[in-house]
């Protein structure tokens, strides 16, 4: 039996063959691409900087003011290089020159002829997936706002044409729901909660950046991880600093030398410096621009770290400073739920695509011109999506997503416990064997054996348990077949 | 202002007349005891209690990374301090509890939870001493939220807004959205911008957001603060430090702007008081100089001043008193029915929502809507109440100029003397009345002196009835199931459009019940007011009558020593009413 990216794969060629339409070429190119993830998020929530900070590298320009503009796509490529897609299909070379690193565009034309921006980056980081910059919601150019809306929400006639969300929230606010809301429309096609992940962004500043910051903000994140509306939206919140982490991934040897001659000084000077960002500022132009590039609490952090001399250099505060902005988390969480699951969810956008092109190509939607054109595209319409259909039904992968989903909308019946282990085993929080079983990732093969084979006769029980709902058992029923695919795994590995 | 108060009184002590003498008194209470509200408003975590506490150098306002202001806070002056809760009594009307201070923070943290309403604390500060109270509101979490239109409805109390945004980023669409709308209710509003001290680029986002006010066609002051640094002034006593927080200027606007404007209306009520006591003594003056001056006229003065006691004791049950039993039957039709419409939108609304979605899974946000939705309807409903009450107390207050001034109206003129005096009373007249006019809130009659509108209610827990489970299976059969499936969802959505109505329901009847209060205080507060008037204008015409009278009868040496002091006591009054 084929794989499920081969199985897509192989019918996206057949329904190319049949019906002529550019987004199929494109929805199957996209198969073989990189996983696209947003980053979305109102304005000024630092999506720009959690982009630096995810790549490891200065790209996407960053400012007090509100910034980007235009969404903006960051992807892997041999060498630097920027396309504008514009709105009429089109595509055109930018030249760019950079400044501290960020890339600036020349657009050449106005911002709206511009659809979104390509930029071409050299770096590992980018080759699983593609990164996507977008302007904030709520913001007060409503046309940049709306444009992020446009492009991220599946509308009507039109797939996403992203594959899963990173949204920054900074705190709770009425319209951070709302959007999540929209983004998750009902049912599997338009989005579900398993392709998003919160980020409780600019962690640092929370409590007023003091030197406890990033244990509030785990408090915080903690308290939304377990609200039952927001969960159900996305079921986990890291807190980040993405301005750490951006610093800790491109500090330089002159940033670290600036910052030990401040730790250097007497202590109660430190503190009359580290009092306000006024003041470090005002203490000369390099601290200023260390200030911009650390934040108030970066700079607080690194002066203690130094002073107490738990590092010596400037890597050693590079990795301290990465380790405190929770930027190492993420990664881990981004890897469980987007990269260990991009093939399920490759498959599923690119099914979404052909749903479109069939329908659109069905009668009655089809063109009126020729008489035997809807009834040959009918005849081959059917089948084609009858084979989508069977995909969803049959691939395992599928399933186990609608049961994340109804699992996390509190759809499900079952005790707390149960509906915990389900969601892991169901590959909630990650896909790989330990994850599902909640082991160390060092679990020996032998203890992932036991444990998948313990937990596989817990859910048959479940499933055949005569007082069990149905719901449930359907649900445990799939468990099993989660746990039975742990253990052929497991053998085979 | 005090001064001419007790001069006025001292005039009217003096003119043996009591009932004027208790209306100054009760004007100088009120001057006293009316401070200028401030409330401070704004989104989640941007440093509202935080602000409140550097600005009155306190701790009383619980801080935290995480925890969020629950419930109002009401800071204002008292000795020694003391903290209430106002908690709701079971006929609806809110109570004092006094509280420790220890037990405080968990109350503003819980609040509604424990059905406590709001927290009023008493603290000895010199801001407060001079008339500021402050309320710290909950975060709004969004304009379209429940506690956003609570906190638009409060504003319209408050003498002033404090709209508070830090520093870490410039303005969101929303929350211009919500200031625009709060500037409807609260002319008076500034913006603060907290945490200056965190983020180097504050004046950058200063620039931005006076860029975005100027295009959204807002006049509302920028001023940047550190709560932090003012707190560390406070601790390290350095006036510097404390220069440099940017508090000192948001003292001075406080000062200058809240209570300064709050100080002028309060002097423009005290004064129109002093002029229509002032009115009252004149004419009796007036009445007695003329004939002082001309006793053979007094018999002729008399008269007029015994027809116009006539006149004036129907006053009291003039027509204005119809116009403001209309006004009152028209005023509480309309706004019940006003209510009853917007909630009956709501219900359909809420039902076509519950018609598309199954309850089970829906009901945590319908709820979160119909709550919004029923504070937006109560809300709307008492602006509504609000702005009738102006227009009615206007009515009333016209009908009574009228009728007041006509009293005098083809009365024979004694003397050229008394006309031009009788010509200067009635405009002077006119103008008491706009003055009433202008010192009268609608609002706070409306309010009966509570700012605080409480949650609207509570949805109960519906308990939906479980899924099918195996019994079902057994005896129904495929089909069955699914058909049974389907009945379930309409059950449960019968279910929650019970709940939807008994909610709207117990709203209906909260807002309705508080609607109907406001309605009798207003009437209350105008059929006193304007048949004290009534009342002052009869018992000046008697005692103007009976002293001219009694002149008439004085032999003609002490009719001059009174003429004497007649004319010292005008000058007196003269300088009173200029």
Known sequence: ?493 | MLAELADARALAGAAQRADLVQRIDLAVERMRADDATVAVVGEFKQGKSTLVNALLRTDICPVDSDIVTAVPTVLRFGRPPAAFLQVPQDDGALASVPVGFEELPRHIAEGDKNGVRAVEVRLDRRLLGAGLSIIDTPGVGGLDSAQGNLTLGALSLAGAALFVTDSAQELTAPEVEFLRRALERCPRAFCVLTKTDLYGEWRRIVEINQGHFERAGLDVPIVAVSSFLRMRAQALDDTALNAESGFPRLVELLRRDVLGAAAENKVAAARAEVKFVVGQLRERIDAEQAVAAEPAKAPEVARRYAEKTRRSAGLAGGSWQTVLGDGIQDLSADVEHDLRERLRIMVRRGEDLLAESDPRETWRDFQAWAQREAAAAAVDNLMLLVTRTEQLAHDVAERFGIEYDSLDVDLPAPDLALRKVDELDVSFQKSGMQQFLGAFTAARVTYGGFYMLGAVGAFFSVAFAAPLGLLAGVTLGRRMMKSERERQVQQRRLQAKQELRRYVDDVGFHVGRDCREATRRTQRFLRDEFSARAQAAERSAAATAAAVQEIAGLPPEERRRKADALAEQRRRLDRLAA
């Not at chain 1, 989508?388 to 395992?396: D, F, G, L, P, T």
Request: glycine share 10%.
């Open chain 1, 1 to 493: 039996m084929s794989t499920l990216l081969g199985q897509v794969r192989a019918l996206l060629d057949r329904a190319i063959a049949e019906i002529p339409d550019e987004r199929l070429v494109q929805a199957r190119r996209r198969v073989d691409e990189p996983l696209r993830v947003a980053i979305a998020g109102k304005v000024k929530a630092g999506k720009s900087t959690l982009l630096n900070a995810l790549v490891g590298e200065e790209l996407a320009p960053t400012d007090a003011g509100e910034c980007t503009r235009i969404v903006t796509w960051y992807a892997d490529g041999r060498t630097y290089a920027v396309t504008a897609h514009l709105n009429d299909g089109s595509a055109e070379p930018r030249p760019f020159t950079r400044r501290d690193g960020a890339i600036q565009i020349s657009l050449g034309r106005p911002a709206e002829e511009v659809e979104h921006l390509e930029v071409r980056v050299p770096s590992s980081r980018l080759r699983q997936h593609t990164l996507i910059d977008t302007p904030g919601i709520a913001s007060l150019s409503t046309d940049v706002s709306l444009r992020t809306m446009a492009f991220l929400e599946a509308e009507g006639d039109r797939a996403a044409q992203t594959d899963a969300v990173i949204y920054l929230l900074r705190h709770m606010h009425g319209s951070d729901v709302r959007f999540l809301e929209s983004f998750h429309g009902d049912g599997l096609s338009n989005g579900t909660p398993v392709n998003a992940v919160g980020v409780l962004s600019r962690a640092d500043e929370i409590g007023g950046c003091r030197l406890d910051a990033m244990e509030s903000a785990a408090r915080v994140a903690a308290r939304y991880a377990t609200d039952e509306r927001l969960r159900r939206l996305c079921p986990v919140v890291v807190p980040v600093a993405g301005l750490l982490g951006a610093a800790g991934a491109t500090l330089r040897e002159e940033e670290y030398r600036i910052l030990a001659a401040v730790a250097a000084e007497p202590m109660d000077r430190i503190v009359e410096l580290l009092l306000t960002a006024d003041r470090f500022a005002a203490s000369g132009p390099q601290r200023a621009h260390v200030l911009s590039r650390l934040g108030l609490f970066g700079v607080r952090l690194a002066v203690r770290l130094i002073r107490e001399r738990v590092v010596k250099d400037s890597a050693e505060l590079a990795k301290q400073l990465t380790e405190h902005s929770g930027i190492d988390r993420l990664r881990e969480v981004f890897t469980a739920q987007f990269v260990g699951r991009s093939e399920v969810l490759k498959a599923r956008s690119a099914l979404a695509v052909l749903d479109e092109c069939i329908l659109a190509g069905s009668p009655g939607a089809g063109s009126p011109g020729s008489g035997s054109a809807p009834a040959g595209s009918s005849g081959s319409g059917a089948p084609l999506a009858g084979e989508a259909e069977r995909i969803r039904a049959s691939a395992h992968e599928f399933v186990e997503l609608r049961l994340l989903h109804q699992l996390r909308s509190g759809r499900l019946p079952g005790t707390d416990e149960q509906l915990t282990e389900m969601d892991a085993l169901l590959g909630g929080s990650g896909g790989a064997a330990y994850h599902r079983l909640g082991l160390p990732p060092d679990a020996a093969a032998g203890r992932i054996a036991a444990e998948a084979r313990e937990a596989l006769a817990r859910w048959q029980n479940i499933a055949e348990h005569p007082f069990s709902p149905r719901e449930l058992k359907n649900a445990a029923r799939a468990v099993a077949r989660s746990c039975e695919g742990l253990l052929v795994q497991n053998q085979q590995g």
